[in-house]
């Protein structure tokens, strides 16, 4: 079974400053893909940026862009020029790729609360 | 399309009682999951959906949760005789799974979640 691990419950930044959220996770799959999700207050889940893991280049959207080193199992999350509206739950999630024996779905971790101060 | 919708957006209902929720996925996405998310947790994967057929069930989704999506649809998530622990978010996601670049796999987009609070 895969666990994705977020070691950060809470994270605060001044407006456009750059924050930088941890995600690791664990699995003996060779491929698989990675996202990234957003859940602002009382709203819902939307995706910010995902990887494939058979992708050495890092995934890059807009201000969002990761870090994704395969070997150490390692996804973090680069938000540049931080914004209020960024303010949120983000959510590190993991899949496995359908291989016609099923798949479990997203396995997410706790989250990481990013507060963005004015 | 304006994505995926989720009815009702809360529930308040006594343990004990059924309960019975529903997810209307974007427009042509053939997979259709749910999942639970306590507070201060990240959401779990219950089970999912690839039109018509359940392909996955979670040891999460004991036998007094079931879930159909007729014709390949809107999907229905019911609990029978709700308990306490019940309380949590549900929310529903839909993927357009084997129409994207991907071809493996394909982003899942949520809708707002139904809150189910048990009394």
């Known amino acids: 079974a895969q666990t994705v691990t977020q070691s950060q419950p809470e994270m605060s930044v001044q407006e456009a400053e750059t924050v930088t959220l941890s995600c690791t996770y664990d699995t003996s799959e060779s491929n698989y893909y990675l996202f990234w999700y957003k859940q602002p207050p009382s709203r819902q889940m939307i995706l910010v940026i995902r990887?494939?893991?058979?992708?050495?280049q890092n995934a890059t959207e807009n201000r969002f862009s990761v870090n994704f080193q395969k070997a150490a199992k390692s996804f973090s999350l680069k938000i540049s020029d931080s914004q209020l509206g960024d303010t949120a739950m983000y959510f590190c999630?993991?899949?496995?790729?359908?291989?016609?024996?099923?798949?479990?779905?997203?396995?997410f971790g706790k989250g990481t609360h990013l507060i963005i101060q004015p | 399309d304006t994505g995926v919708s989720q009815n009702p957006r809360h529930k308040i209902t006594k343990r004990g009682q059924n309960v019975t929720f529903r997810c209307d996925p974007i427009?042509?996405?053939?997979?259709l999951y749910w999942y639970r998310q306590t507070l201060g947790q990240g959401p779990e994967f219950l089970t999912y959906?690839?039109?018509?057929?359940?392909?996955?069930k979670s040891r999460l989704l004991s036998d007094r949760f079931s879930a159909e999506r007729p014709k390949g649809s809107f999907s229905t998530l019911e609990i029978q005789r709700t308990e306490q622990g019940d309380s949590a978010m549900y929310l529903c996601?839909?993927?357009?799974f084997g129409r994207g670049t991907s071809g493996g796999t394909d982003t899942q987009y949520f809708g707002p979640g139904t809150r189910l609070t048990v009394l």
């Open positions: 427009s042509e996405h053939n997979r």
């Open positions: 990887q494939e893991a058979y992708k050495q």
């Open positions: 999630a993991f899949m496995k790729p359908y291989s016609g024996g099923g798949a479990d779905g997203l396995t």
């Open positions: 959906f690839q039109n018509e057929a359940q392909l996955e």
């Open positions: 996601a839909s993927s357009p």
